[in-house]
């Protein structure tokens, strides 16, 4: 396992990472960022390895798009995460999704997914999966991880 915190979750024209990425810097905490400009299908061979090997998990579903591919993750991310409490998992999903997302049966499907994922989150006891509301909460509770722990 790598001490590193991998910054999953919404992608495209997000700028969520940024902020992280200053602050995870400014502190010399390792991150991966799977965002690319041109995302090629290649790219998810890194990513997935970054999944199953990074201590530390984010995974903010924000509003800006659908995500759901974000939401499919955090599944993967669960199931580690149960198997080995030594891997760390944040998740946030906001309810609600930007008004520009216009197509209705994605919209549905999004909205659907982000209350089931939410919700089975909830039922989960598992000291390493934290389901959190925003994205400074986020933020705090994977440095706290990361400055907590160590790769044993």
């Not at 520009?100 to 999966?129: P, W």
């Amino acid at each position: 396992m790598k001490r590193m915190i991998g910054l999953f979750g919404t992608c495209g024209s997000s700028k969520w990472r940024k902020g992280f990425e200053k602050i995870y810097t400014e502190l010399g905490i390792s991150f991966f960022n799977p965002e690319k400009e041109n995302w090629q299908p290649e790219y998810a061979v890194k990513e997935a390895k970054h999944l199953a090997e990074d201590q530390v998990l984010l995974f903010p579903v924000t509003g800006e798009t659908y995500g759901v591919g974000s939401l499919c993750e955090i599944g993967f991310a669960v199931s580690q995460a149960v198997k080995d409490d030594q891997k760390y998992l944040v998740v946030m999903i906001e309810e609600n999704l930007a008004f520009d997302l216009k197509d209705e049966v994605a919209r549905k499907e999004s909205l659907r997914a982000r209350t089931l994922v939410r919700e089975h989150l909830k039922k989960l006891s598992c000291k390493n999966i934290y389901l959190v509301e925003n994205l400074e909460q986020m933020l705090q509770i994977s440095i706290d991880i990361y400055s907590k722990t160590a790769v044993v």
